[in-house]
T-cell receptor, first 113, second 115 residues
Framework: GNSVTQMEGPVTLSEEAFLTINCTYT??????LFWYVQYPGEGLQLLLK?????DKGSNKGFEATYRKETTSFHLEKGSVQVSDSAVYFC????????????FGAGTRLFVKA | EAGVVQSPRYKIIEKKQPVAFWCNPI?????LYWYRQNLGQGPELLIR????????DSQLPKDRFSAERLKGVDSTLKIQPAELGDSAVYLC?????????????FGPGTRLTVT
């Protein structure tokens, strides 16, 4: 079945550091890929998405590229801020056999001033 | 625009007691989801509705869990009787459409503690 694996956290960075959170997936069809973010005390919200191979999703300085050859969708940001401290979830969804969204376990990011 | 509303935000009950969670999705969103999120894990789908029809309830433990979405708007998720292992955050989400690329909008969740 479909699955998502993302790097374990927590990840601790200093402000303005470069961020990479790795995400790989297994899927039988051609899924859409997502990054959701959960700030403390809030619900998950969509950060970015990509719906086909080689698409790049981007938002708020974050970006991720849908790599079909490596089945990956790594999240990157060139310069993190304290306000980026949150839990980041990689997810996939496809229409094979009735769609279902599968989430990774989440990666907690702490950014220090 | 109001987001997805859930209540209560927190609930503490003893095992074997019943509990119910309520969700009001974003206006106009036809698809509604209930997820369970265990500590340190990502959300796992329990049930998905398209309007008032449950189109995927394969992960819902039907011996103790039930859900309804009357009139295709608000939804209620019930557990009866609750077990210690049911302690988790229960998330409701909604989306405008039902395709795999549709963005899901999440509520803040209900944190259930079963003692």
């Amino acid at each position: 079945g479909n699955s998502v694996t993302q790097m374990e956290g927590p990840v601790t960075l200093s402000e303005e550091a470069f961020l990479t959170i790795n995400c790989t997936y297994t899927a039988t069809g051609y899924p859409s890929l997502f990054w959701y973010v959960q700030y403390p005390g809030e619900g998950l919200q969509l950060l970015l998405k990509a719906t086909k191979a080689d698409d790049k999703g981007s938002n708020k300085g974050f970006e991720a590229t849908y790599r079909k050859e490596t089945t990956s969708f790594h999240l990157e940001k060139g310069s993190v801020q304290v306000s980026d401290s949150a839990v980041y979830f990689c997810a996939l969804s496809d229409d094979t056999g009735g769609f279902k969204t599968i989430f990774g376990a989440g990666t907690r990011l702490f950014v220090k001033a | 625009e109001a987001g997805v509303v859930q209540s209560p935000r927190y609930k503490i009950i003893e095992k074997k007691q019943p509990v119910a969670f309520w969700c009001n999705p974003i206006s106009g969103h036809n698809t509604l989801y209930w997820y369970r999120q265990n500590l340190g894990q990502g959300p796992e789908l329990l049930i998905r509705y398209e309007n008032e029809e449950a189109v995927d309830d394969s992960q819902l433990p039907k011996d103790r869990f039930s859900a309804e979405r009357l009139k295709g708007v608000d939804s209620t998720l019930k557990i009866q009787p609750a077990e210690l292992g049911d302690s988790a955050v229960y998330l409701c989400a909604s989306s405008l459409g039902s395709g795999s690329a549709d963005e899901q909008y999440f509520g803040p969740g209900t944190r259930l503690t079963v003692t």
